[in-house]
Protein backbone atom coordinates (compact mmCIF):
# COMPACT_ATOMS: atom_id res chain seq x y z
CA UNK A 1 0.00 0.00 0.00
CA UNK A 2 1.16 3.47 -1.13
CA UNK A 3 2.47 5.43 1.78
CA UNK A 4 1.66 8.69 2.03
CA UNK A 5 5.71 10.05 1.88
CA UNK A 6 6.22 7.51 -0.97
CA UNK A 7 3.59 9.32 -2.92
CA UNK A 8 5.11 12.85 -2.30
CA UNK A 9 8.36 11.13 -3.27
CA UNK A 10 7.00 9.73 -6.61
CA UNK A 11 5.50 13.34 -7.43
CA UNK A 12 9.23 14.85 -6.68
CA UNK A 13 11.12 13.06 -8.71
CA UNK A 14 8.20 14.02 -11.76
CA UNK A 15 8.03 17.60 -10.70
CA UNK A 16 9.51 19.08 -13.97
CA UNK A 17 7.50 16.50 -15.58
CA UNK A 18 4.66 17.71 -14.30
CA UNK A 19 4.98 21.50 -14.42
CA UNK A 20 6.08 20.99 -18.04
CA UNK A 21 2.82 19.27 -18.73
CA UNK A 22 0.49 21.91 -17.08
CA UNK A 23 2.60 24.83 -19.05
CA UNK A 24 1.68 22.99 -22.39
CA UNK A 25 -1.91 22.79 -21.74
CA UNK A 26 -1.86 26.21 -20.44
CA UNK A 27 0.02 27.47 -23.94
CA UNK A 28 -2.76 25.73 -26.07
CA UNK A 29 -5.13 28.29 -26.13
CA UNK A 30 -9.01 27.01 -25.80
CA UNK A 31 -10.95 29.95 -24.83
CA UNK A 32 -14.45 28.58 -25.34
CA UNK A 33 -16.16 29.69 -27.23
CA UNK A 34 -15.28 28.37 -29.29
CA UNK A 35 -13.35 26.00 -27.00
CA UNK A 36 -11.15 23.83 -30.24
CA UNK A 37 -9.94 21.87 -27.40
CA UNK A 38 -9.03 19.12 -29.41
CA UNK A 39 -5.07 20.03 -29.65
CA UNK A 40 -5.33 19.86 -25.40
CA UNK A 41 -6.47 16.45 -25.72
CA UNK A 42 -3.82 15.48 -28.10
CA UNK A 43 -1.32 16.54 -25.52
CA UNK A 44 -2.44 14.15 -23.08
CA UNK A 45 -3.37 11.54 -25.51
CA UNK A 46 0.25 11.70 -26.48
CA UNK A 47 1.48 11.32 -22.73
CA UNK A 48 -0.38 8.29 -22.15
CA UNK A 49 0.41 6.51 -25.21
CA UNK A 50 3.82 6.86 -24.34
CA UNK A 51 3.42 5.17 -21.03
CA UNK A 52 2.03 2.64 -22.98
CA UNK A 53 -1.78 3.60 -21.76
CA UNK A 54 -4.89 3.37 -24.20
CA UNK A 55 -6.76 6.82 -24.30
CA UNK A 56 -9.81 7.25 -26.07
CA UNK A 57 -10.23 10.50 -27.85
CA UNK A 58 -13.98 11.43 -28.01
CA UNK A 59 -14.42 13.30 -31.27
CA UNK A 60 -17.08 16.16 -30.53
CA UNK A 61 -16.79 18.43 -34.17
CA UNK A 62 -13.36 18.80 -36.05
CA UNK A 63 -11.64 20.63 -33.82
CA UNK A 64 -13.16 19.90 -30.77
CA UNK A 65 -12.53 16.73 -28.00
CA UNK A 66 -12.47 14.71 -25.05
CA UNK A 67 -9.82 12.57 -23.58
CA UNK A 68 -10.53 9.50 -21.52
CA UNK A 69 -8.33 7.13 -20.10
CA UNK A 70 -8.86 3.88 -17.98
CA UNK A 71 -6.18 2.16 -15.61
CA UNK A 72 -7.39 -1.05 -14.77
CA UNK A 73 -8.03 -2.07 -11.50
CA UNK A 74 -7.99 -5.42 -9.30
CA UNK A 75 -11.73 -5.42 -9.52
CA UNK A 76 -11.98 -4.88 -5.67
CA UNK A 77 -14.08 -1.73 -5.72
CA UNK A 78 -15.64 0.06 -8.26
CA UNK A 79 -14.45 2.55 -10.41
CA UNK A 80 -13.13 6.14 -9.55
CA UNK A 81 -13.46 9.03 -12.17
CA UNK A 82 -11.57 11.76 -12.00
CA UNK A 83 -12.78 14.52 -14.12
CA UNK A 84 -11.42 17.93 -15.55
CA UNK A 85 -12.50 20.48 -18.03
CA UNK A 86 -10.06 21.43 -21.38
CA UNK A 87 -11.35 24.49 -22.20
CA UNK A 88 -11.73 28.23 -20.68
CA UNK A 89 -13.08 31.52 -20.68
CA UNK A 90 -11.47 33.77 -22.84
CA UNK A 91 -8.81 36.55 -22.04
CA UNK A 92 -11.10 39.38 -22.23
CA UNK A 93 -8.91 42.09 -22.66
CA UNK A 94 -5.45 41.18 -23.55
CA UNK A 95 -3.87 44.89 -22.28
CA UNK A 96 -5.01 43.97 -18.79
CA UNK A 97 -2.54 41.41 -18.88
CA UNK A 98 1.58 41.63 -18.01
CA UNK A 99 2.53 38.41 -19.74
CA UNK A 100 0.65 37.10 -22.73
CA UNK A 101 -2.63 35.07 -21.34
CA UNK A 102 -1.07 31.88 -23.58
CA UNK A 103 2.43 32.44 -22.30
CA UNK A 104 2.86 29.52 -19.84
CA UNK A 105 5.40 31.54 -18.23
CA UNK A 106 6.85 30.54 -14.89
CA UNK A 107 7.57 33.60 -12.05
CA UNK A 108 7.92 33.44 -8.54
CA UNK A 109 6.71 29.54 -8.16
CA UNK A 110 3.47 30.58 -10.21
CA UNK A 111 2.81 29.41 -13.87
CA UNK A 112 0.79 31.82 -15.87
CA UNK A 113 -1.71 32.32 -18.58
CA UNK A 114 -5.44 31.46 -18.99
CA UNK A 115 -6.59 28.27 -17.73
CA UNK A 116 -3.84 27.73 -15.14
CA UNK A 117 -5.98 28.03 -12.01
CA UNK A 118 -9.49 26.57 -13.99
CA UNK A 119 -8.13 24.19 -14.59
CA UNK A 120 -5.30 23.25 -16.46
CA UNK A 121 -3.39 22.85 -13.63
CA UNK A 122 -5.93 20.27 -12.19
CA UNK A 123 -5.96 18.62 -15.62
CA UNK A 124 -2.43 18.21 -15.59
CA UNK A 125 -2.52 17.30 -11.71
CA UNK A 126 -5.04 14.67 -12.17
CA UNK A 127 -3.04 12.51 -15.67
CA UNK A 128 0.10 12.99 -13.78
CA UNK A 129 -1.46 10.98 -10.77
CA UNK A 130 -2.96 8.49 -12.74
CA UNK A 131 0.66 8.12 -14.66
CA UNK A 132 2.62 8.03 -11.58
CA UNK A 133 0.24 5.34 -10.40
CA UNK A 134 1.00 2.95 -13.73
CA UNK A 135 4.46 3.67 -13.81
CA UNK A 136 5.00 2.47 -10.14
CA UNK A 137 2.96 -0.27 -10.54
CA UNK A 138 0.61 0.97 -7.77
CA UNK A 139 -2.28 -2.02 -7.29
CA UNK A 140 -5.27 0.22 -7.38
CA UNK A 141 -8.52 -1.59 -6.19
CA UNK A 142 -10.64 -0.55 -8.85
CA UNK A 143 -10.37 1.26 -12.46
CA UNK A 144 -8.99 4.92 -11.89
CA UNK A 145 -10.58 6.88 -15.50
CA UNK A 146 -9.07 10.22 -15.95
CA UNK A 147 -11.26 12.26 -18.14
CA UNK A 148 -10.82 15.65 -19.74
CA UNK A 149 -13.68 16.91 -21.63
CA UNK A 150 -14.33 20.33 -23.38
CA UNK A 151 -17.63 22.62 -23.38
CA UNK A 152 -17.57 23.05 -19.40
CA UNK A 153 -17.63 26.59 -19.92
CA UNK A 154 -20.58 27.16 -21.93
CA UNK A 155 -22.77 24.29 -22.28
CA UNK A 156 -21.20 21.16 -20.30
CA UNK A 157 -20.76 19.31 -24.06
CA UNK A 158 -18.21 16.99 -22.65
CA UNK A 159 -19.63 16.34 -19.33
CA UNK A 160 -22.64 14.66 -21.35
CA UNK A 161 -21.27 13.05 -23.79
CA UNK A 162 -19.02 11.12 -20.80
CA UNK A 163 -22.54 10.34 -18.95
CA UNK A 164 -24.27 9.32 -22.66
CA UNK A 165 -21.35 7.02 -23.79
CA UNK A 166 -21.54 4.58 -20.78
CA UNK A 167 -18.12 5.62 -18.83
CA UNK A 168 -19.79 6.29 -15.60
CA UNK A 169 -20.84 2.64 -15.85
CA UNK A 170 -19.68 0.98 -12.55
CA UNK A 171 -18.09 4.07 -11.03
CA UNK A 172 -19.14 4.86 -7.33
CA UNK A 173 -16.96 8.22 -7.05
CA UNK A 174 -15.41 11.37 -8.85
CA UNK A 175 -13.32 13.70 -8.16
CA UNK A 176 -13.21 17.44 -10.09
CA UNK A 177 -9.91 19.21 -10.12
CA UNK A 178 -11.37 22.61 -10.41
CA UNK A 179 -9.77 25.63 -8.29
CA UNK A 180 -10.42 24.69 -4.52
CA UNK A 181 -6.87 26.03 -3.19
CA UNK A 182 -7.00 21.77 -2.41
CA UNK A 183 -9.71 22.43 -0.03
CA UNK A 184 -12.64 19.92 -0.45
CA UNK A 185 -15.85 21.21 -2.10
CA UNK A 186 -18.71 18.63 -1.97
CA UNK A 187 -21.78 21.01 -2.57
CA UNK A 188 -22.51 23.51 -5.56
CA UNK A 189 -25.38 25.71 -6.12
CA UNK A 190 -27.75 24.92 -8.97
CA UNK A 191 -28.13 27.06 -11.99
CA UNK A 192 -31.05 28.47 -13.36
CA UNK A 193 -30.72 30.85 -16.24
CA UNK A 194 -34.49 31.97 -17.54
CA UNK A 195 -35.29 34.04 -20.63
CA UNK A 196 -38.34 36.91 -20.57
CA UNK A 197 -39.87 38.55 -23.52
CA UNK A 198 -42.15 40.90 -23.45
CA UNK A 199 -43.89 41.72 -27.09
CA UNK A 200 -46.01 45.10 -28.02
CA UNK A 201 -46.82 47.01 -30.79
CA UNK A 202 -44.42 49.36 -32.70
CA UNK A 203 -45.86 53.20 -33.58
CA UNK A 204 -44.29 56.27 -34.23
CA UNK A 205 -42.21 57.53 -31.46
CA UNK A 206 -44.10 60.95 -31.61
CA UNK A 207 -47.50 58.78 -30.68
CA UNK A 208 -46.55 55.90 -28.18
CA UNK A 209 -50.51 56.13 -27.67
CA UNK A 210 -50.84 54.41 -30.61
CA UNK A 211 -48.46 51.39 -30.01
CA UNK A 212 -47.83 48.90 -26.95
CA UNK A 213 -44.42 49.68 -25.43
CA UNK A 214 -42.54 46.50 -24.39
CA UNK A 215 -40.50 48.39 -22.42
CA UNK A 216 -42.67 49.40 -20.49
CA UNK A 217 -44.55 46.31 -19.82
CA UNK A 218 -41.23 45.18 -18.76
CA UNK A 219 -40.10 47.73 -16.34
CA UNK A 220 -43.78 46.82 -15.15
CA UNK A 221 -42.88 43.18 -14.35
CA UNK A 222 -39.51 43.69 -13.62
CA UNK A 223 -40.68 45.83 -10.45
CA UNK A 224 -42.41 42.95 -9.11
CA UNK A 225 -40.22 40.59 -9.18
CA UNK A 226 -37.32 42.71 -8.01
CA UNK A 227 -37.71 40.80 -4.71
CA UNK A 228 -37.88 37.70 -5.55
CA UNK A 229 -36.06 34.92 -4.10
CA UNK A 230 -35.17 31.55 -5.33
CA UNK A 231 -34.67 29.68 -1.99
CA UNK A 232 -36.63 29.01 1.11
CA UNK A 233 -33.73 27.56 3.19
CA UNK A 234 -30.42 28.56 4.00
CA UNK A 235 -27.38 25.58 3.21
CA UNK A 236 -24.60 25.33 5.97
CA UNK A 237 -22.47 25.30 2.97
CA UNK A 238 -23.82 27.35 0.21
CA UNK A 239 -26.16 29.96 1.73
CA UNK A 240 -29.41 31.26 0.18
CA UNK A 241 -30.04 30.97 -3.55
CA UNK A 242 -29.83 34.39 -5.63
CA UNK A 243 -31.39 36.12 -8.22
CA UNK A 244 -29.76 38.16 -10.74
CA UNK A 245 -30.97 39.88 -13.41
CA UNK A 246 -27.89 40.36 -16.21
CA UNK A 247 -28.98 40.95 -19.40
CA UNK A 248 -31.64 43.50 -20.73
CA UNK A 249 -32.57 44.17 -24.37
CA UNK A 250 -35.18 46.32 -26.03
CA UNK A 251 -35.79 49.01 -28.29
CA UNK A 252 -33.87 49.71 -31.92
CA UNK A 253 -34.55 53.05 -32.89
CA UNK A 254 -35.42 56.56 -31.05
CA UNK A 255 -38.82 57.20 -32.78
CA UNK A 256 -40.14 54.06 -32.62
CA UNK A 257 -42.29 52.58 -29.99
CA UNK A 258 -40.51 48.98 -29.07
CA UNK A 259 -42.49 45.62 -29.45
CA UNK A 260 -40.15 43.79 -28.00
CA UNK A 261 -37.85 43.37 -24.50
CA UNK A 262 -36.25 40.73 -23.51
CA UNK A 263 -34.67 40.19 -19.75
CA UNK A 264 -32.33 37.37 -18.59
CA UNK A 265 -32.15 36.11 -15.16
CA UNK A 266 -29.41 34.40 -13.30
CA UNK A 267 -30.92 32.33 -10.41
CA UNK A 268 -28.46 30.07 -8.22
CA UNK A 269 -29.96 27.75 -6.20
CA UNK A 270 -29.54 25.93 -2.85
CA UNK A 271 -31.52 22.77 -2.18
CA UNK A 272 -34.87 22.67 -0.58
CA UNK A 273 -36.63 24.22 -3.20
CA UNK A 274 -36.82 22.56 -6.59
CA UNK A 275 -36.30 24.60 -9.99
CA UNK A 276 -39.49 23.07 -11.09
CA UNK A 277 -41.36 25.39 -8.31
CA UNK A 278 -38.88 28.39 -8.71
CA UNK A 279 -40.11 28.00 -12.57
CA UNK A 280 -43.96 27.61 -11.36
CA UNK A 281 -43.73 30.87 -9.16
CA UNK A 282 -42.05 32.57 -12.37
CA UNK A 283 -45.11 31.85 -14.42
CA UNK A 284 -47.48 32.80 -12.03
CA UNK A 285 -46.08 36.17 -11.62
CA UNK A 286 -46.46 36.58 -15.74
CA UNK A 287 -50.27 35.28 -15.37
CA UNK A 288 -50.78 37.70 -12.34
CA UNK A 289 -49.30 40.94 -15.11
CA UNK A 290 -51.52 39.33 -17.93
CA UNK A 291 -54.56 39.46 -15.58
CA UNK A 292 -54.05 43.30 -14.38
CA UNK A 293 -53.24 44.12 -17.66
CA UNK A 294 -54.95 42.71 -20.82
CA UNK A 295 -52.08 44.34 -23.40
CA UNK A 296 -49.48 42.42 -21.49
CA UNK A 297 -48.09 39.33 -23.19
CA UNK A 298 -44.64 37.87 -22.44
CA UNK A 299 -42.84 34.83 -23.55
CA UNK A 300 -41.30 32.96 -20.85
CA UNK A 301 -38.06 30.68 -21.62
CA UNK A 302 -35.59 28.00 -19.69
CA UNK A 303 -31.98 28.39 -21.36
CA UNK A 304 -30.31 26.62 -18.69
CA UNK A 305 -31.13 24.36 -15.91
CA UNK A 306 -28.58 22.53 -13.69
CA UNK A 307 -30.03 21.32 -10.37
CA UNK A 308 -27.44 22.43 -6.80
CA UNK A 309 -25.70 18.84 -5.72
CA UNK A 310 -23.73 18.18 -3.02
CA UNK A 311 -22.22 15.10 -1.44
CA UNK A 312 -22.58 14.43 2.41
CA UNK A 313 -19.99 14.80 4.48
CA UNK A 314 -20.45 11.13 5.94
CA UNK A 315 -19.89 9.83 2.52
CA UNK A 316 -17.43 7.49 1.94
CA UNK A 317 -15.92 9.60 -0.25
CA UNK A 318 -15.44 12.23 1.64
CA UNK A 319 -13.88 10.24 4.60
CA UNK A 320 -11.45 8.96 2.42
CA UNK A 321 -10.86 12.83 1.02
CA UNK A 322 -10.33 14.13 4.48
CA UNK A 323 -7.97 10.92 5.76
CA UNK A 324 -5.77 11.53 2.63
CA UNK A 325 -5.16 15.21 3.78
CA UNK A 326 -4.83 14.01 7.11
CA UNK A 327 -2.20 11.69 5.87
CA UNK A 328 -0.32 13.76 3.51
CA UNK A 329 0.03 17.20 5.33
CA UNK A 330 -1.25 16.49 9.07
CA UNK A 331 -4.72 18.12 8.32
CA UNK A 332 -8.25 17.47 7.01
CA UNK A 333 -9.39 19.65 4.22
CA UNK A 334 -11.72 22.34 5.19
CA UNK A 335 -15.28 21.89 3.96
CA UNK A 336 -17.13 24.21 1.99
CA UNK A 337 -19.51 24.45 -0.65
CA UNK A 338 -19.29 26.59 -4.22
CA UNK A 339 -21.43 29.08 -5.81
CA UNK A 340 -20.42 28.20 -9.32
CA UNK A 341 -21.86 25.09 -11.02
CA UNK A 342 -19.29 22.42 -12.39
CA UNK A 343 -19.36 19.19 -14.80
CA UNK A 344 -21.06 17.60 -11.23
CA UNK A 345 -24.11 19.19 -12.00
CA UNK A 346 -24.33 16.97 -15.45
CA UNK A 347 -22.66 14.07 -13.95
CA UNK A 348 -24.29 13.08 -10.75
CA UNK A 349 -28.00 13.67 -10.81
CA UNK A 350 -29.97 10.54 -11.79
CA UNK A 351 -26.58 8.57 -11.48
CA UNK A 352 -26.29 9.36 -7.60
CA UNK A 353 -22.22 9.04 -7.60
CA UNK A 354 -20.72 10.98 -5.08
CA UNK A 355 -18.35 13.76 -6.12
CA UNK A 356 -15.72 16.05 -4.19
CA UNK A 357 -13.63 18.96 -5.65
CA UNK A 358 -10.10 18.96 -5.19
CA UNK A 359 -7.70 20.93 -7.31
CA UNK A 360 -5.36 23.18 -7.12
CA UNK A 361 -6.22 26.58 -8.55
CA UNK A 362 -7.52 29.50 -6.79
CA UNK A 363 -11.42 30.87 -8.08
CA UNK A 364 -10.00 34.16 -6.64
CA UNK A 365 -7.75 34.65 -10.02
CA UNK A 366 -9.86 32.16 -12.02
CA UNK A 367 -11.39 34.21 -15.08
CA UNK A 368 -9.46 37.20 -14.21
CA UNK A 369 -6.62 38.60 -16.00
CA UNK A 370 -3.28 37.63 -15.24
CA UNK A 371 -4.57 34.09 -14.13
CA UNK A 372 -2.16 31.49 -12.16
CA UNK A 373 -1.31 28.48 -10.13
CA UNK A 374 1.03 28.10 -7.56
CA UNK A 375 3.25 25.57 -8.48
CA UNK A 376 3.84 23.98 -5.18
CA UNK A 377 -0.25 23.46 -5.19
CA UNK A 378 0.29 21.36 -8.42
CA UNK A 379 2.69 19.31 -7.04
CA UNK A 380 0.31 19.18 -3.67
CA UNK A 381 -2.72 18.48 -5.58
CA UNK A 382 -0.99 15.42 -7.90
CA UNK A 383 0.35 13.86 -4.55
CA UNK A 384 -2.91 13.94 -2.81
CA UNK A 385 -4.54 12.56 -6.15
CA UNK A 386 -1.81 9.85 -6.18
CA UNK A 387 -2.55 8.55 -2.31
CA UNK A 388 -6.58 9.19 -2.79
CA UNK A 389 -6.92 6.44 -5.58
CA UNK A 390 -4.18 4.02 -3.91
CA UNK A 391 -6.55 4.42 -0.86
CA UNK A 392 -9.93 4.07 -2.83
CA UNK A 393 -11.56 0.64 -2.17
CA UNK A 394 -8.90 -0.74 0.13
ZN1 LIG B 1 -13.67 25.42 -14.30
Known amino acids: ?37 EQAALILKAKFEAEGLKPELIQESEDRANIVVRLPGAGKAPALLYDGHLDTVGPGDESEWTDPPYSGSIKNGRLLGRGASDMKGGVAAEAMAAILAYRAGIELAGDLIIASTCGEETDNLGAYTLRNSGWLNGVAGIVIAEPSSNELLIAEKGALWVEITTFGRTSHGSAPHLGINAINKMLDLLADLRYFCPSSDKHPLLGEGTASLNVLNGGFKTN ?52 SVSTHEDNGLVRLAQTTGRE ?13 YTDAAVLCP ?45
Open 1 to 37: MLTAGEARRLVEQARSELVDLAKALVKVPTPNPPGQE
Open 256 to 307: VVPDRCTAIFDIRTVPGRTHEDIITALKTELELAQTSDKDFRAEFKVVKDLP
Open 328 to 340: LWDREPELKGISG
Open 350 to 394: GTNIPFIIFGPGDMATAHQPNEYVELEKVVDATAYLLLLAAKWGN
